[in-house]
């Protein structure tokens, strides 16, 4: 379905658009995708396929940055598209960051493959590229309270101390997309882990 193109990556952040949602636990994979921007000082200004891209060359590779302007629920319906037109294997350069309610707040988990876990926005994708060999980063964002919905729970701000460990993720997951890129998941999945889900 998908050309082979050995330069081309595609990294995706998953989140809901709009102010209201800015910060909140659903939206760290934006967090990250913005962290990456900064860091290479670019701006996601380009809308293709209901998202926000910019391109980064970094290594020889073309990177491409996406931010799903869809809906978390509705994520694949834009990053389908958009390995399609870059002609981008998913299973080989693909790779998804997204929000964990089963690891704590700064913990990572860098997986190769796999199913949603019953995440929606990972469900998404899945269905639309109809596999599950993509490259994830989860990032932590602790477990919903006892008696809380959870959609009030991921669409919920962290604490003070919350942020500061999940700011120091975001770092984290910038440093496991780069190596993932540069061929050392291994190497990744092994540093970062390590760190114990609640």
């Known amino acids: 379905m998908f050309g082979r193109n050995k330069e081309t990556w595609i990294i995706a952040g998953l989140g809901n658009p709009g102010g209201k949602y800015s910060g909140t636990r659903h939206n760290v ?8 921007a900064d860091k290479y000082g670019i701006t996601l200004r380009k809308k293709l396929f209901r998202a926000a891209v910019g391109s980064i060359n970094s290594g020889g590779k073309n990177i491409i940055l996406v931010k799903p302007q869809t809906f978390m629920n509705a994520s694949g319906e834009a990053i389908a598209p958009i390995c399609g037109y870059y002609k981008v294997n998913p299973d080989e350069k693909l ?23 019953g995440h929606n926005g990972i469900k998404s994708i899945i269905s639309c590229l109809d596999s599950e060999g993509f490259s994830r980063i989860k990032v932590g964002v602790g477990e919903k309270p006892v008696g809380w919905d959870l959609a009030d729970h991921v ?7 919350e942020r500061k460990k999940v700011d120091e993720a975001v ?6 997309a780069e190596m993932i ?5 291994e190497e990744a999945m092994n540093r970062f882990n390590r760190k114990n889900s609640l």
Do not use: H, Q, T
Not at 29 to 36: C, I, K, Q, R, T
Not at 155 to 161: E, I, T, W
Not at 171 to 176: D, Q, S
């Open 29 to 36: 994979g934006f967090d990250v995708v913005d962290a990456l």
């Open 95 to 117: 790779i998804v960051i997204y929000d964990d309610i089963s690891l704590a707040p700064g913990n990572l988990r860098v997986k190769m493959k796999g199913s949603s876990g």
């Open 155 to 161: 669409l919920s701000r962290f604490s003070a101390d």
């Open 171 to 176: 770092e984290n997951a910038v440093i496991a």
């Open 181 to 185: 890129i540069d061929g050392k998941s």
